[in-house]
């Protein structure tokens, strides 16, 4: 595996995700990849949709081009900080917890 050269960026918004999980990817302007738990994978193609609609609209609304060549979203189960903004990688929690 061959890891690109990275922007320059503070610690915090890296991350090292090590799933076992399925992917559904997308060739569009943002190479966007959806990692989800292989229950999840028939929700993958609309969370991606909205991932690359909300990315499309907050670059028009601040005017500030997404810059990185890809953006991958992980759905992580059971997530205790409920989200976060890793630079190129938000992810988001999918509660498994039936509450009934």
Request: hydrophobic share 35%; net charge negative; glycine share 4%.
């Amino acid at each position: 595996m061959k890891i690109k050269e990275t922007h320059e960026m503070s610690t915090y918004l890296m991350a090292f995700i090590v799933p076992d999980f399925n992917s559904t990817y997308s060739n569009n302007k943002h190479k966007s990849t959806e990692w989800v738990h292989p229950n999840a994978i028939a929700n993958a193609a609309y969370s991606q949709d909205v991932g690359l609609k909300l990315v499309e609209y907050f670059a028009d609304y601040t005017g500030i081009e997404y810059k990185l060549p890809q953006n991958d979203q992980v759905t992580v189960p059971d997530f205790a900080s409920g989200a976060m903004e890793n630079l190129g990688t938000p992810n988001i929690e999918v509660c498994t917890n039936n509450i009934l």
